[in-house]
């Protein structure tokens, strides 16, 4: 059973830094790529960032610049360093990703001073 785990979420500041892991399990070997997605209150969930196997990121707008996709295949686990954080920027914060594209529980991100 395809199991997908997210943590590193927290209280932040305006500006400050922080990274989320995505922990998958419950498979051998999968080349789906593993994706980040974002959901605010109130508003619909959003796509955030990709990443293919071989390492491939792609972003979205808001994302460019200030969010970096990257992951460990041999743990697979999948991270998103997120700096320069806004207010906007908080959101419940999804990974989703193994054979199938199995989605996560979420880790909350508050960004607040």
């Known amino acids: 059973q395809v199991r997908v785990v997210e943590s590193g979420g927290g209280l932040v500041q305006p500006g400050g830094s922080l990274t989320l892991s995505c922990l998958l399990s419950?498979?051998?070997?999968?080349?789906?790529?593993t994706k980040w997605y974002r959901q605010a209150p109130g508003k619909e969930r959003e796509w955030v960032a990709t990443?293919?196997?071989?390492?491939?990121?792609i972003y979205s707008e808001f994302a460019k610049g200030r969010f970096t996709i990257s992951s460990e295949n041999d743990k697979k686990t999948v991270y998103l360093q997120m700096r320069a954080l806004k207010l906007e920027d908080t959101a419940v914060y999804y990974c989703?990703?193994?054979?199938?594209?199995?989605w996560g529980q979420g880790t909350q991100v508050t960004v607040s001073s």
């Open positions: 989703r990703g193994g054979p199938g594209g199995s």
């Open positions: 419950g498979f051998t070997l999968s080349t789906t790529p």
């Open positions: 990443i293919t196997f071989d390492q491939r990121s």
